[in-house]
């Protein structure tokens, strides 16, 4: 969540560097900082809280240069102080530093013992050290920080310069996000291009492992063994940045089709290519997550369809008992707390009326954690721990984006969680190659759109439909009906495939669409015995099948095949094409998709 900005300029660059930190804030942060080239020498500025309080110390005693680095920093190792901020040094060298350097510890004994001292809790100021210590090798700030990046496990974006390299600012990416934006006799780096929209249009995006080196009169770009590389540059407007429906005809389906982006935002900075990174849930997380018994959840809409999924996870692959409620329910009734458990709140908004009270009335807990995609709102201020989802401004009423980043976030804690219940090493690896599938399949199915908007013409007539899952896609049924329910106003139910038989099947006929989702798991055929249940009664099959599960195309059934994907993502990749159902429907019916009746998009009262 951390934010980074760098300018080199023929100008002052302290404005320019404010500025960009401000239009980060979105991003969360808790201190913020600058250090500019300032006749010779490196002027620092840091402050704790908002950017405002640094640019308050910049007026007071201001500092003028052209070349500089700035941040806006989330804790993960130290507490929130000035000491921690960012940029942080090492004689001549300045830096800042996105993401989570796992090795931290192991290189901050190899530097002491060369002589080097550390003044704050952080793994930034390891990176400092090291990069000054190849820098008196090779002479090369580009050379000193290709070394040094060698030696890192983890994530990073960084950005460095040096008094001794007066014009250059040098950056590297290796699972965080860092773009170069290109002006004129100017250039910049920032981790968001929304940081740089007051400078430039033109934006490089750097790809994973590459390294830029940006003066005022040149951009140069590296591989990461070295090697001089082109990387294209892109001219944004202003409708791609803004909170513009675009080229899209709802916000709704432009939410739907930014999920490929925010799923990897999401993950950014907080996997490794085998691991989570479990700081990235704040300094206090490894004590509490080493405390962790069993887990409750509290959420609301779309946000407990998440919670219900996450449950799946922790019992299968944690071990860990995990309870999920409606917040509105649980905060009237009277409740049994287990030893050790950890309050987990998940809302799109932080701002939820009832998740907000559950966590206020909450005792007995050993500590809370949120999980919310808006840095600054009520829960993420009142919780103990808290993870931002990194979906951006959801303008839709009907969830999307957000409910999948939800679950991208919960997979994570469980991850972090689990290493300590018995998730072997191998197991983590598994998952979190998974995750970093995602992307790709989610483009993949979001390629069906025609597909699924010709399948949509059968429910345009129908009054009431109903989806069903099976384990841990039940919720997911249960999250694609009330989608249809919510912007259609389509009557829709789900259930579990396996309750047909306790009341549900009487409502099968002609005339009752039955959505299916089916991913070749191990109770496949146990859904295909379900599903013949349907088809015997007369009922009409819009199926949603893994290209592997043996489904195929009759009188009475409508297939979509889908990707063959990882078991631990096909909760997430099964969303997408409900959700495209759900809005191609309600296009068809004419209904406001963006804004239903009746509904609110944060909900603030009871």
């Known amino acids: 969540m951390c934010g980074i900005v760098g300018a080199a300029a023929q100008r002052n660059v302290t404005k320019i560097l404010v500025e960009g930190l401000k239009r980060l804030e979105y991003r969360g942060y808790d201190s913020a900082g600058i250090a500019v080239l300032s006749n010779g020498e490196l002027a620092l500025r840091k402050a704790l809280g908002k950017v405002a309080e640094l640019e308050a110390k ?20 130290g507490k929130p102080s000035e000491t921690n901020a960012h940029p942080h040094y090492s004689d001549h060298i300045a830096v800042v530093h996105n993401g989570i350097i796992e090795n931290h510890a192991a290189l901050r004994a190899d530097l002491k013992s060369k002589g080097y ?44 310069m040096s008094t001794r390299q007066p014009d250059t600012i040098v950056c590297a990416r290796s699972g965080s996000p860092l773009v170069v934006g290109v002006g004129i006799d100017e250039n910049f780096i920032a981790s968001d291009q929304l940081a740089l929209r007051q400078v430039t249009d033109r934006f ?17 770009i590296f591989t990461v063994d070295g090697t001089p590389v082109e990387r294209d540059i892109q001219q944004l407007t202003d409708a791609e940045e803004s909170a513009d429906k675009g080229e899209y005809r709802h916000y709704m389906l432009k939410e739907i089709h930014e999920q490929t982006k925010v799923l990897n935002n999401t993950l950014q900075g907080r996997v490794s290519k085998t691991a989570v990174l479990e700081e990235a849930f704040g300094t206090e997380a490894k004590a509490i997550f080493d405390q962790v018994e069993s887990v409750q959840i509290l959420a609301c809409g779309t946000s407990y369809h998440a919670g219900m999924i996450a449950k799946y996870w922790f019992e299968d692959w944690a071990g860990i008992p995990c309870a999920v409620e409606v917040a509105s329910e649980f905060r009237y009734r009277k409740t049994v707390v287990r030893p050790n458990t950890l309050f987990v709140s998940v809302s799109q908004s932080g701002e939820t009326a009832d998740t907000l009270a559950a966590l206020r009335d909450s005792s007995g807990y050993l500590a809370s954690l949120t999980i919310c995609n808006v840095a600054n709102s009520s829960l993420v201020r009142e919780s103990d721990l808290c993870l931002m989802t990194l979906a951006g401004p959801e303008i839709g009423v009907a969830s999307t984006k957000a409910f999948t980043t939800q679950l991208v976030a919960l997979q994570l804690l469980v991850i972090a969680l689990g290493r300590r219940h018995g998730l072997s090493s191998d197991k983590e690896a598994e998952l979190v190659t998974g995750l970093h599938q995602l992307p790709d399949l989610c483009a993949a199915v979001l390629g069906l759109d025609e597909d699924i908007q010709t399948m949509s013409e059968a429910f345009s007539e129908k009054n009431h439909s109903l989806f069903l899952g099976r384990g841990v896609q039940y919720p997911v049924a249960l999250e694609g009906a009330l989608k249809l329910k919510e912007i259609s106003y389509i009557h829709a139910e789900a259930y579990p495939a396996g309750e047909l038989k306790h009341g549900p099947l009487a409502l099968v006929d002609s005339d009752m669409p039955v959505v299916a989702v089916a991913p070749n798991d191990e109770l496949l055929e146990k859904l295909k015995s379900n599903l013949e249940e349907v088809q015997a009664r007369g009922g009409k099959l819009f199926v949603f099948a893994d290209q592997r599960s043996g489904f195929e195309n009759d009188d009475s059934t409508t297939l979509l095949n889908l990707p063959h994907v990882p078991l631990n993502i096909a909760p997430i990749i099964y969303t997408l094409p409900l959700q495209l159902l759900s809005y191609h429907v309600a296009v068809l019916k004419g209904t406001d998709v963006d804004q239903p009746r009746n509904l609110a998009k944060s909900v603030t009262v009871e």
């Open 117 to 160: 001292e550390f003044y704050s809790e952080t793994d930034t100021e390891v990176v400092a050290h090291l990069i000054h210590s190849l820098y008196e090798l090779t002479g090369s700030l580009r050379e000193a920080l290709r070394q040094a990046v060698d030696a890192f496990d983890g994530a990073y974006a960084l950005g460095v």
């Open 58 to 77: 910049c007026i007071a005693n201001p500092v003028k240069g052209q070349l500089g680095i700035a941040h806006t920093r989330w804790a993960t190792h």
């Open 204 to 220: 490089i995006f750097l790809e994973e492992g590459d390294f830029a080196e940006i003066t005022t009169s040149a951009v140069s």
